[in-house]
């Protein structure tokens, strides 16, 4: 039973409202934070062994099929560091390119996380519908990340 009690109609305006909120907000203030941030190896960025430089998630995901139909959120707020294509081959040029696939990442999994606010507004079964939105949406780009940047670290290694 949700918390507050709305019609059908206000809950799919509120919900809509919600989630543009909540990805908006989350983008700025990931977009805000310094590169520097990004640009330690900490464990939340690291690319693991068992991830084989990114392969195991073209194995488990076929990644190089859908990665390119990915929308690149710097469309929307017009600033940020387009991913769709590197930005030249130099060590310089992969590195950021490295740096802002864990911006992405820390981006969506912050995205996910507004889900279970959605059990406030909407019934029980609609919140579990906004869960698996937030992993549904979110998840395959953080997949993508995570295979770009451990080609990338791959390469970098090699230089």
């Known amino acids: 039973m949700p918390l507050i009690s709305l019609s059908v109609s ?5 919900d809509i409202c919600a989630w543009t909120f909540f990805h908006l907000f989350i983008s700025v203030i990931c977009l ?38 990915l929308i690149d959120g710097t469309i929307f707020l017009k600033k940020g560091y387009e991913k769709k294509a590197l930005h ?5 040029d992969l590195r950021s390119f ?12 912050l995205s996910i996380l507004p889900a279970p606010l959605f059990f406030l507004w909407n019934p029980f079964w609609v919140g579990w519908v906004m869960i698996v939105y937030a992993l549904v949406f979110n998840l395959p780009i953080i997949i993508a990340q995570r295979y770009n940047r451990g080609r990338i670290i791959e390469i970098l290694t090699r230089k």
């Open 32 to 69: 805000k934070l310094p590169l520097t941030i990004f640009q330690e190896n900490n464990f939340w960025f690291q690319i693991y062994s068992w991830e084989k430089s990114g392969d195991l998630w073209q194995r488990l995901f076929r990644v190089k099929s859908w990665k390119s139909k």
């Open 98 to 109: 490295a740096d802002e696939t864990k911006r992405a990442e820390l981006t969506h999994w």
């Open 88 to 92: 030249g081959t130099r060590v310089k």
């Open 10 to 14: 206000w809950i799919i305006v509120i």
